[in-house]
């Protein structure tokens, strides 16, 4: 078992919808939970990091941690074509060392 | 400040030749991490700098990667005798002192493609 698993997709939605984006962990030790965005062929974009539970919102993303559960989310509200990419969560801290730990990312599409 | 720059973007090599790639963080940044991203998959860790110290190394890396950080600013990956398994996206992160140990920026990425 992965130690962070994320539904690769592909998404598909139409423009304006709201989007929902997912991951599950296993390591309860992990502290930083963060989710990035990445366009093709590029580096992956800190979108935002969350430590701990609780939620965090910026601007039309919201990001959400349950830690009693081991589940972690991203919300788009009102999703534009330009939010098209592949969503990545990480997460971080605790016993892990250094490391951060990457699911395989989720493709989104939005649709005009 | 220009972000985190990796040199070269792209690379195509022959099987058992040697590579290196450099990394220039952000100035002032002093955590530098490498990761390799295939296909499909997300980033995987390879190393953390913490200045010019190298703290933590995956277990991903063979005797064939090695990576520095001399003075504490820019740092290069190394890969000796290349392998097909070695293509992939190698990226490289920085992000500063204070603050959360997260990778708060990420460079473009080498391309490494071994044939």
């Known amino acids: 078992q992965k130690e962070v698993e994320q539904d690769p997709g592909p998404l598909s939605v139409p423009e304006g919808a709201i989007v929902s984006l997912n991951c599950t962990y296993s390591?309860?030790?992990?502290?930083?939970f963060m989710w990035y965005r990445q366009y093709s062929r590029k580096g992956p974009e800190l979108l935002m990091y969350t430590y701990s539970s609780g939620n965090k919102e910026d601007g039309r993303f919201t990001a959400q941690v349950d830690k009693s559960s081991k589940y972690i989310s991203l919300f788009i509200r009102d999703s534009q074509p330009s939010d098209s990419a592949t969503y990545l969560c990480a997460m971080s801290g605790g016993t892990g060392g250094f490391k951060t730990i990457f699911g395989a990312g989720t493709r989104l599409f939005v649709k005009a | 400040d220009t972000g985190v720059s990796q040199d070269p973007r792209h690379k195509i090599t022959k099987r058992g030749q040697n590579v290196t790639f450099r990394c220039d963080p952000i100035s002032e940044h002093n955590r530098l991490y490498w990761y390799r991203q295939t296909l499909g998959q997300g980033p995987e860790f390879l190393t953390y700098f913490q200045n010019e110290a190298q703290l933590e190394k995956s277990r991903l890396l063979s005797d064939r990667f090695s990576a520095e950080r001399p003075k504490g600013s820019f740092s290069t990956l190394e890969i000796q005798r290349t392998e097909q398994g070695d293509s992939a996206m190698y990226l490289c992160?920085?992000?500063?002192?204070?603050?959360?140990?997260?990778?708060?920026?990420f460079g473009q990425g080498t391309r490494l493609t071994v044939v």
């Open positions: 390591n309860s030790a992990f502290q930083y």
């Open positions: 992160a920085s992000s500063a002192d204070t603050g959360p140990r997260i990778e708060a920026f």
